[in-house]
């Protein structure tokens, strides 16, 4: 068992916004976890994973764009599913700040 608290991680910028990445491989060898926090305008990279991934959204709305340009709203409380593969960008088009608790097999 272990306790993670995420206030008290800094996170990192190298991927846009800040990143806090909790549970990583060596934790579990079944998922990764973290939060991310995006300001105003700010996004993160083009990106997929070879695993499903769900964004839970804390705070503030996320917009989230396939390869393909489909983009979905995604709101305080609701949770998106990516499909393993699939390319994705987050982003923040708001004023405000989001807040989204990622999970990945990663």
């Known amino acids: 068992m272990k306790l993670v608290k995420p206030a008290l991680d800094p996170g990192t910028t190298e991927y ?5 990445i909790l549970i990583t ?3 579990s060898p079944l998922f990764a976890s973290g939060i991310f926090i995006l300001k105003p305008g700010e996004n993160l ?3 997929s994973h070879k695993t499903d991934e769900i964004f839970y959204v804390v705070k503030g709305t996320l917009s989230v ?3 393909n340009e489909e983009s979905f709203s995604v709101a305080t409380g609701e ?3 990516v499909s393993g ?3 994705h960008l987050s982003k923040n088009t708001t004023e ?3 807040e ?4 990945n097999g990663d």
């Open 65 to 67: 764009t396939d390869t």
């Open 100 to 103: 989204v608790f990622w999970l």
């Open 45 to 47: 990279p083009l990106e």
């Open 25 to 27: 491989k060596k934790d």
């Open 16 to 20: 846009g916004g800040v990143v806090k």
């Open 85 to 87: 593969g699939e390319m």
């Open 79 to 81: 949770i998106f599913l």
């Open 96 to 98: 405000n700040d989001v």
